[in-house]
């Protein structure tokens, strides 16, 4: 990511490719972390944490799918302005009890369960809407581009596929 971000600095892909490998290892170190045994406080807060980073990843990965592999964001100001907004409420939403209000020991497993709120649907509505349009936009990418373009696209394509293949699986 580093090295990506020095080769042109001023690129909006490099610098969301750059903040989206921040919040890939960010979230994968609070996620190891929430599953130690730590207090039940530590590890709500810790939950989370990795939502508010899933969240920032669904709109990173979005912004990522939409300015790939242009140099300025290719999104309107209004829609861009919308869905940052919509990113930035959903994002401060899972940091409530609005969505985890507490968590729960399972007796015989002895595993921490989250007990869900209400707030969760907007947590999924907007991770899945996000990363829902990144799809279908790369597609219409892939579809659309030609030669080397088309090449970069289907990397992508097959990178996003197979991380989130092995996120969900």
Do not use: C, M
Not at 36 to 65: E, G, H, K, P, T
Not at 74 to 81: A, E, H, N, Q, V
């Amino acid at each position: 990511g580093t090295l990506v971000l020095q080769r042109d600095r001023k690129s909006s892909t490099n610098i969301i490719f750059f903040l989206l490998l921040i919040n890939f290892i960010l979230w994968n170190t609070v996620s190891y972390l929430s599953i130690q045994n730590f207090d039940l406080q530590l590890r709500l807060l810790l939950v989370r944490i990795i939502l508010f980073y899933a969240v920032s990843q669904s709109y990173l990965l979005f912004l990522f799918v939409y300015t790939f592999p242009k140099k300025n964001i290719s999104l309107g100001k209004r829609p861009l302005t919308l869905i940052s907004i919509l990113a930035s409420v959903v994002s401060i939403l899972v940091l409530t009890p609005l969505v985890f209000s507490d968590l729960k020991i399972d007796p015989i497993k002895q595993q921490a369960t989250p007990i869900v709120q209400p707030g969760v649907i907007g947590f999924a509505l907007t991770a899945i809407g996000l990363l829902s349009a990144a799809i279908i936009q790369l597609f219409k990418k892939f579809y659309s581009s030609h030669g080397f373009e088309r090449e970069q696209v289907r990397f992508l394509l097959a990178g996003f596929l197979a991380t989130f293949a092995l996120i969900v699986f």
